[in-house]
């Protein structure tokens, strides 16, 4: 029988809260950024969109230690969130989340901005004809008819903060309990001898977490979608 260890089940359990947050946190600003790319045009839109995407090419560990010059404790960031509101960042936790959150936000934000170009105008500019707010138009028009998009993004952004490995330990380190997660346990296991045993059951239950995110997602969107077309 396949019981998980207690190393085992506190690595699951921090990867899927460092997922969780990471995407609660990135999803509002993934939906701005994807809306602001697909239906705006304004000076510095290749810069943003540059900017958006600079995770998918830069190597991990410099997402990590950038992230480590802005909010670590002697940051400009890290030290004003300390002095001001005894927050610390990195090497907790919540740096993990952010780390994660970096580094999977231009996977979230392309699928959502290829749904909202999917999106019909003329929708949009019907509701806006017949008395709608923008904002009326984004929350009634936009927004539901992006739902399968916004899905896809936000499966896709947790599973990569599950297997997010080069920013989170160049920013937050492997510090058991509070940082390792899934990719920094099956590291850890291959560091000591005779852990390879224990690297491929966590690499193991990495398949199945990403595979049961990925599935489920796609029964979810077919629902949506099936849904939308009968209504």
């Known amino acids: 029988m396949f019981a998980l260890t207690p190393f085992e089940i506190e ?14 946190l990135s999803l509002p600003f993934g939906i701005g950024i994807a809306w602001i790319l697909a239906r705006t045009t304004f000076p510095g839109k290749s810069l943003i969109n540059g900017l958006v995407h600079l995770p998918l090419i830069l190597p991990p560990v410099v997402v990590g230690y950038v992230l480590l010059l802005l909010l670590g404790r002697r940051g400009p960031v890290g030290a004003w969130l300390y002095e001001v509101f005894d927050i610390t ?15 999977a936000f231009p996977l979230m934000v392309r ?8 999106v019909d105008i003329k929708l949009e500019a019907a509701a806006r004809t017949l008395g709608a707010s923008p904002l009326k138009v984004f929350w009634t028009i936009t927004l539901p008819l992006t739902a399968p998009g916004i899905l896809t993004g ?6 990569r903060s599950l297997g997010e490995f080069g920013a989170t330990i160049t920013f937050v380190s492997n510090i058991p ?48 979608s099936r849904g939308m077309r009968e209504e």
């Open 11 to 24: 690595a699951i359990s921090l990867s899927l809260r460092v997922a969780f947050w990471s995407v609660l």
């Open 89 to 103: 960042i990195a090497f907790t936790w919540k740096g993990a989340a952010i780390a994660s959150a970096v580094m």
């Open 111 to 118: 699928a959502i901005r290829l749904s909202v170009e999917n």
């Open 154 to 159: 936000t499966i896709l952004a947790f599973a």
């Open 177 to 224: 309990g509070e940082t390792r997660t899934l990719p920094l346990a099956v590291f850890s296991q291959v560091q000591v001898p005779g852990g390879d045993d224990g690297a491929l059951r966590l690499v193991i239950i990495s398949v199945i977490l990403a595979m049961i995110a990925l599935l489920g997602s796609e029964v979810i969107a077919r629902k949506i």
